[in-house]
DNA sequence: TTGTACGCGTTATCAT
DNA sequence: ATGATAACGCGTACAA
């Protein structure tokens, strides 16, 4: 009663109003919020329903402090430079945000070169997040470097040599191992190879993957129709260039980028796909789908991706022990730019 | 002396810690650190030093707690279903970014369709942000209506009738208008007018530019060369086939999205630009970058448009006076798809 | 200029 | 099952 008035004027509840109101104690109130500890099912339901009709909600700064939990992750992004990388890291996100949101935690993004780990460091020393989720993995990552020496969990969305990171990614060494063979077994005879950093693990994997799916077929390597660390379209089409004097029969390119390139070339010189020269690319994304003739590629669910690397890492803030590799399935889907 | 193990062992500081390793007060501590309150220069400096030396960093959740200030906005963004919408969604969400960055506060990410306001309501109820973006506006859009029934700060990024909204946006009107007054004077004789959902208001925006773009050049509109609410590639290329049977000899374009289509379709038909039509287009991304004819176009600097929304914000959480409407340049580029 | 003491809103420990 | 009470770490009036 004496304080009712004091009641109204406050915008916002707090667990020791609701408590007052209630004639319980907050720690009661607590209780019934966060379903720890043991409480009466009577008084559990009343606070519950009074609360639910005052439209009270705990301060997150406040449950933060007491339970030394942020509920916030972090997502590192690369600074993408190029139209055809951003829709797998605003994917991945998306994906994140979407198993965060259900877990009551929210998605901070923090998007850097791959060099300066300021931003990073600024969130951890403020303990502003949980954990964080690297979306790009690079040969001796800093960020990998840095995140080791703290406590903090994190996965990295990609694959490394260093088998004690958690890592997810999709199985590109195993979707690119079978294109290949796959196309080998339609009857292809020789299978270029053109790829771009390979600074990157994930272009590390997939060559590694059409590397074994030669040599599985028990085709020799050709080391004069591999074009690797391709930086740009002039040196793609470059390549092309020189692949056409040669008995190549089928290009396969690691990522849309490339192919996009490839398939723009060849329309230039009038050179008929499949006819001429197949076509395949280790990545489907929609920009392909602008092509005149559908291509052969490999197709990972990108969404899954940031969902899993959240997933995983959210058991890892839970203290829960979590596989050090997750390899998400591929699909190899046949189109007409490798028919036979 | 007594406590120096103890302080070994933390692996966090407080500044409690600091200010006995110090001989001060904790107060003198927070000082030091904030700037704020009258402090000796010397003892500011030993402060510092040993803080800098020990690597302290205060906790946000207890200076939040303290301050009711969260360092965190949350940037609004729409689920992009296709590939041209992405660019400049996220490279809004990258400018907003930087500008949070620079100023100690962090981004957090909030993908909705145009209608949940869930996520808004617990971020807000929580308190985990201290204002928010909204990267598009709808009609009637219910995420101005819930925010403005509460006391939180936010900025959208667009246009709107509403006029105690604060907005960021290109001048689409503006650039539209020139741009039509520019292709007239030129000499094309007619423009039409190729454009999608007339439920965001950057589309009405530009088709008002387009109207009074003609009605400038004193030219009469014609409803017939003009389509809006087009929704897919289908529409959009049934719309150039019945221009093609008027005299229209200049089709602009809403966006990159239509325009990618118009000029996909006319070649096709082997129909050529600008020859027998002319096409620009209300928006420049990359996407206009591979076609084998360049497109004029209006340019805008979308990044800006990011940095300059979190700049807003910034002020208004600063309890600034900011100005309602906020209009960012555009530049026109006249390329060969409308050369006479 | 500096220190004291209390508040921010919650969770957790220890009684009862 | 519930209630005091003490943290959590920082900011800030107020006092000195």
Known sequence: MESSNKDQLKENLTIHDVAKALGVSASTVSRAISGKGRIGEETRQRVLAYISEKSFYPNASARSLAQSKTYNIAIIMPEVKDLVDMPFFHTCMHGAEEVAQVNDYDLLIVTTDGTNIKPLERMVNNRKVDGMILTRLYKDDVFVKYLKSTEIPFVAIGNSDDKDLVTIDHDNYGGCRELVSLLLSKGVEKVAYLGGGMD?????????????????????????????????????????????????????????????????????????????????????????????????????????????????????????????????????????????
């Open 200 to 340: 990157q693990t994930v272009n590390i994997r997939r060559f590694a993957g059409y590397k074994d799916g030669l040599e599985n077929a028990g085709v020799k390597l050709d080391n004069g129709i591999i074009y690797t660390n391709l930086a740009n379209k002039i040196q793609v089409a470059k390549a092309v260039e020189e692949l056409l004097k040669t008995n190549t029969d089928c290009i396969l390119c690691q990522d849309d980028y490339i192919c996009d390139e490839v398939v723009h070339h060849l329309a230039e010189k009038g050179i008929s796909i499949p006819k001429r020269m197949k076509v395949a690319s280790c990545h489907h994304s929609k920009l392909l789908d602008n092509f005149p003739v559908t291509i052969t590629s490999l197709k990972f669910d990108t969404m899954e991706i940031g969902r899993k690397a959240c997933q995983v890492l959210l058991s890892m803030i839970a203290g829960d022990e979590v596989p050090k590799e997750t390899l998400l399935e591929y699909e190899i889907n046949l189109k007409e730019s490798t028919k036979m």
